[in-house]
């Protein structure tokens, strides 16, 4: 068995997940049949949901499971406040030599490390323009972050809201790990109000 695939079947996140649900004063629903595991933090700009997910995809004719960890929260929708943020890495670079645009913050360091997409380029520049935020991301980030519309196929789950999300491949079992991963995304979530106001 792949090593990977040992450490999801055995993983004890659970045991980590609910010491951190008490460690951060969370709610934490233990999963049943069919049910994912899940925190609810309570946060001053409403709650920050922790929970496990599961995608099938098609690679070829075989379904397969892609496994992740999803931080998020809910915000007012806004379309000029839509954002993205990912590390950096040469497809990307290979995009941007083709034409594709992202948006720079005028800190060197930070825009060769990250990519930054958004309906409103002053809004983004605005979010990271707090040289402490740039710096917990140049050190903690991973994954995907994103403010995004949640309308699929003509129907939107909450409509007025839409998700602030950090998506991070596999399940977080470590738990210094999952508090940094918590405390960039609430951090986040801080200035995207801030800067939303």
Not at 30 to 38: E, K, M, S, V
Not at 41 to 48: F, K, L, T
Not at 140 to 151: H, Q, R, Y
């Given at each position: ?16 997940w609910?010491v951190?649900?008490?460690?951060v004063?969370?709610?934490?629903n ?9 925190i ?10 922790i929970e496990?997910d599961?995608?099938?995809?098609f690679t ?20 000029g ?13 290979v ?12 800190d060197a ?11 409103t ?18 050190a ?12 699929a196929?003509?129907t939107?789950p ?7 999300e ?16 918590y405390?960039l ?13």
């Open positions: 068995m792949g090593k990977r695939l040992h450490r999801l079947l055995h993983s004890e996140y659970l045991g980590v609910e951190f649900a008490s460690e004063n969370g709610t934490w233990t999963p049943g049949y069919g049910d994912d595991a899940r609810e933090v309570p946060h001053a700009h409403g709650p920050i949901i496990s599961v995608t099938m995809i070829g004719k075989v379904m397969v499971p892609v496994v992740s960890t999803i931080i998020s929260a809910h915000r007012p929708s806004h379309r406040h839509r954002f993205s943020v990912s590390r950096a890495n040469f497809a990307t670079s995009a941007e030599w083709f034409g594709s645009l992202d948006i720079h913050v005028d360091e930070f825009d060769n490390a990250f990519v930054l997409k958004g309906e380029p002053d809004f983004v520049r605005l979010l990271f323009a707090d040289a402490t935020l740039r710096e917990r991301f140049r903690d980030f991973e994954g995907t972050l994103a403010l995004k519309d949640d309308t196929m003509f939107d909450t409509p007025g809201i839409d998700p602030l950090l998506a991070v491949s596999g399940i977080v079992d470590d738990p210094t790990r999952l508090r940094t991963l405390t995304f609430a951090a986040t979530l801080d200035r995207v109000v801030l800067t939303s106001a």
